[in-house]
């Protein structure tokens, strides 16, 4: 059975339409096992344990069952993430599957695996300051400017002038994170021009850790006397922050909350309940399948594929490679592109309020 698995076809939709290659690797050498080390950054950001983590290691059994795959979690510390990388290099690491714990910080692991002649994978996070192989991201400028518009429709429908805007961004260090806000602005930044909006709470959260996210939310509402018209964010589980904020307060579902990303069980729950109103499904299935067919050619001395590459992410070494992969915006309007997917099901979503006018019709 394992044969055929070998020959399994990679055919990811991306923007470019790069990636209908066969993954199907070259026959592996009788070099013995080979070693993939998978650097997670924390676990504040629940998909990379919950969903990237298994669905990276199961793909490249298929792609590649000579490798083995260590997962070591840097949980939120850079430095933690160093001495891990280093470790790996002293373990006799093949390939580094890498998401950075703060990129600001990763300079010293990338320059590490590089002398060691390690090649590194990035994986949804930048990393700079070094040099890296190839990078596998959603596109995060498309991400902000699905996010901004879809704030922006919300605010067009409120009624007057100078609504109080709320604003929690992720982590600073995240070439991501910066990217969100350059999308969000575009949209945003009109509205406080023309005096649409006034931003009167913001800030960027360490580690996107959602209890940072919540506090920071209630914080903004004992000052503005919770007159505050919409929370726009970065990804679900800030929101999820937020939303617990506003719960505690008997507003979750009457003050919006926007900016989810990720698409999350616990946001999309949220969604049907009617208490977060957005997030950007990105198909985690297919980041991870890119990133597994990447490092199988790297491990069979392959390199990475031209034909995969549709962009380049410049890490203040150089231009690294990278895949860009495509979002999608999912309301409780459209709900269903999920469920199709395959990720999960109705029941799973309207678990928690069965009654909710999403989910009646639904189980």
Same mark, same amino acid.
């Given at each position: 059975?394992?044969?055929?698995?070998?020959?399994?076809?990679?055919?990811?939709?991306?923007?470019?339409?790069?990636?209908?290659?066969?993954?199907?690797?070259?026959?592996?050498?009788?070099?013995?096992?080979?070693?993939?080390?998978?650097?997670?950054?924390?676990?504040? !950001?629940?998909?990379?344990?919950?969903?990237?983590?298994?669905?990276?290691?199961?793909?490249?059994?298929?792609?590649?069952?000579?490798? !083995?795959?260590?997962?070591?979690?840097?949980?939120?510390?850079?430095?933690?993430?160093?001495?891990?990388?280093?470790?790996?290099?002293?373990?006799?690491?093949?390939?580094?599957?890498?998401?950075?714990?703060?990129?600001?910080?990763?300079?010293?692991?990338?320059?590490?695996?590089?002398?060691?002649?390690?090649?590194?994978?990035?994986?949804?996070?930048?990393?700079?300051?070094?040099?890296?192989?190839?990078?596998?991201?959603?596109?995060?400028?498309?991400?902000?400017?699905?996010?901004?518009?879809?704030?922006?429709?919300?605010?067009?429908?409120?009624?007057?002038? =100078?609504?109080?805007?709320?604003?929690?961004?992720?982590?600073?260090?995240?070439?991501?994170?910066? +990217?969100?806000?350059?999308?969000?602005?575009?949209?945003?930044?009109?509205?406080?021009?023309? =005096?649409?909006?006034?931003?009167?709470?913001?800030?960027?959260?360490?580690?996107?850790?959602?209890?940072?996210?919540?506090?920071?939310?209630?914080?903004?509402?004992?000052?503005?006397?919770?007159?505050?018209?919409?929370?726009?964010?970065?990804?679900?589980?800030?929101?999820?922050?937020?939303?617990?904020?506003?719960?505690?307060?008997?507003?979750?579902?009457?003050?919006?909350? !926007?900016?989810?990303?990720?698409?999350?069980?616990?946001?999309?729950?949220?969604?049907?309940?009617?208490?977060?109103?957005?997030?950007?499904?990105?198909?985690?299935?297919? +980041?991870?399948?890119?990133?597994?067919?990447?490092?199988?050619?790297?491990?069979?001395?392959? =390199?990475?594929?031209?034909?995969?590459?549709?962009?380049?992410?410049?890490?203040?070494?150089?231009?690294?490679?990278?895949?860009?992969?495509?979002?999608?915006?999912?309301?409780?309007?459209?709900?269903?592109?999920?469920?199709?997917?395959?990720?999960?099901?109705?029941?799973?979503?309207?678990?928690?309020?069965?009654?909710?006018?999403?989910?009646?019709?639904?189980?």
């Amino acid at each position: 059975m394992r044969a055929g698995l070998r020959a399994f076809c990679v055919a990811v939709s991306v923007a470019a339409a790069a990636l209908g290659a066969c993954a199907a690797p070259a026959p592996s050498a009788d070099d013995g096992a080979k070693k993939v080390y998978f650097f997670l950054p924390n676990t504040t !950001t629940t998909r990379f344990t919950e969903r990237d983590e298994p669905l990276f290691t199961d793909f490249l059994e298929l792609f590649a069952p000579e490798a !083995t795959v260590t997962v070591r979690n840097a949980k939120g510390d850079p430095a933690r993430q160093q001495d891990q990388v280093e470790s790996a290099i002293s373990d006799g690491a093949s390939v580094f599957v890498l998401i950075s714990a703060d990129a600001r910080f990763s300079g010293g692991a990338l320059t590490a695996a590089a002398r060691a002649h390690v090649p590194v994978v990035l994986y949804d996070h930048d990393a700079v300051g070094g040099p890296a192989d190839v990078q596998v991201i959603f596109d995060p400028l498309e991400v902000g400017r699905r996010q901004g518009s879809r704030a922006a429709d919300l605010i067009a429908a409120m009624p007057g002038d =100078g609504l109080k805007i709320a604003r929690v961004e992720g982590n600073l260090g995240e070439y991501g994170t910066r +990217q969100f806000r350059l999308g969000q602005d575009e949209f945003l930044q009109p509205l406080a021009d023309s =005096g649409k909006i006034r931003v009167v709470c913001e800030t960027a959260i360490d580690d996107w850790d959602p209890a940072e996210g919540q506090a920071f939310a209630d914080q903004c509402l004992t000052r503005e006397n919770n007159d505050v018209a919409l929370f726009v964010t970065m990804n679900d589980d800030l929101a999820g922050g937020i939303v617990a904020a506003l719960a505690d307060r008997g507003l979750a579902g009457r003050i919006p909350v !926007t900016g989810g990303q990720d698409a999350n069980l616990a946001a999309l729950q949220l969604i049907a309940q009617g208490t977060l109103d957005n997030t950007i499904f990105k198909n985690l299935s297919d +980041q991870a399948k890119v990133a597994a067919h990447l490092t199988t050619s790297i491990l069979h001395g392959e =390199g990475v594929p031209e034909e995969m590459i549709n962009g380049t992410i410049d890490n203040q070494y150089m231009a690294v490679p990278t895949v860009f992969l495509p979002v999608q915006n999912i309301t409780r309007d459209n709900l269903d592109v999920v469920v199709n997917s395959g990720f999960y099901t109705w029941q799973q979503i309207c678990a928690p309020d069965p009654a909710s006018a999403v989910c009646r019709d639904r189980n």
